[in-house]
């Protein structure tokens, strides 16, 4: 790795810059990164997976359904290694640690801390989650580490908010009572999220399980859903965690749009937070790319 890649993931991995060619916030005025408002958003998180390994090798074929259909990033880039970082940058804005032990309470902003401010709702609908409210280690198939909102103080202090924090077979009933909250983050187990299962695994339980989200008429209207890998493979560091697949998915998305901008873990956060009206953005999605390009004017 050259030094100017071992400053930047440093930098990065910091929290002083999101990348070298990641933007700032200084488009936030122009209508031509403007993000239009959405009612409810989602944000799903596979697993350890280059990108030269899904786009255009069908691999996953309804994943590619999506990606034709709607909005791909193709310079979209993990900030670091292993996973945990990443899911902290997309929900606090800072990669926090890299240790897979931690099991520390993160006190800084965060989105919950935004949603809860700004009067919206949220979840965490993680697969074998033991029990509504959980905030414990690893259990079978269900690692803490990829539910980030679990170690949010503003959810373990607050008894009203670990509620939030609910087992996977929550999700489809709250979406047939058209009950899905303003935020949802969706934690696959590690099988479905090809963490330790083949990709066409994760593939299939998109279908049976998220494609009924997107074919809702709640979504059509006003739902907006990213599908993103944590990081890339070990061998692939570039930009600190390597080369992911990031789609877009709403009827709001410019259809079959390809970008070429480059992007890390804190645009997803800025957009998620612009998108749902919210005032304020925690940690690097302050300086973050616009992510508006991916959608119709």
């Known amino acids: 790795m050259s030094i100017l890649a071992l400053v930047t993931r440093f930098l990065t991995w910091a929290g002083v810059i999101a990348c070298t060619a990641c933007g700032a916030s200084s488009d936030e005025g122009s209508p031509s990164v403007n993000v239009p408002p959405h009612g409810h958003v989602f944000v799903l998180v596979e697993e350890n997976t280059d990108y030269a390994d899904v786009v255009g090798t069908g691999a996953m074929p ?63 609908y993680a697969e074998d989650l033991p029990s509504v409210g959980y905030t414990g280690g690893n259990v079978g198939q269900y690692v803490r580490r990829h539910n980030p909102l679990s170690y949010l103080s503003d959810v373990t202090d607050n008894p009203a908010q670990k509620q939030r924090l609910v ?28 963490h330790d299962c083949a990709l066409d695994s994760a593939d299939t339980w998109l279908r049976t399980h998220i494609k009924p989200l997107i074919d809702s008429p709640r979504f059509q209207q006003d739902g907006m859903l990213i599908i993103v890998f944590d990081e ?66």
């Not at 970082?85 to 309470?105: C, E, K, P, Q, R």
């Not at 965060?110 to 700004?118: D, E, G, K, T």
């Not at 009827?251 to 304020?280: D, E, F, N, V, W």
């Open 62 to 124: 309804y994943l590619d359904t999506l990606i034709a259909r709607y909005g791909l990033a193709t310079q979209y880039y993990a900030n670091t290694h292993p996973s945990i970082g990443n899911y902290f940058m997309l929900t606090v804005g800072t990669i926090v640690t890299n240790s897979n032990a931690f099991a520390d309470t993160i006190r800084s902003d965060n989105i919950v801390r935004r949603l809860v401010a700004a009067g919206k709702t949220w979840k965490s």
């Open 167 to 194: 087992p996977f077979t929550q999700f489809a009933l709250d979406l047939a009572g058209d009950t899905l909250p303003n935020y949802s983050f969706i934690v696959p187990n590690l099988c479905h999220d090809a």
């Open 232 to 297: 890339a493979s070990n061998l692939d560091a570039m930009y600190g965690g390597g080369h992911i697949v990031w789609v877009v998915v709403s009827a709001k998305a410019k259809p079959g749009y390809r970008s070429t901008t480059l992007y890390q873990h804190q645009s997803t956060l800025r957009l998620t937070a612009r998108i749902l009206g919210l005032t304020g953005l925690p940690g690097a999605a302050v300086a973050a790319a616009n992510m508006g390009e991916f959608f119709l004017p």
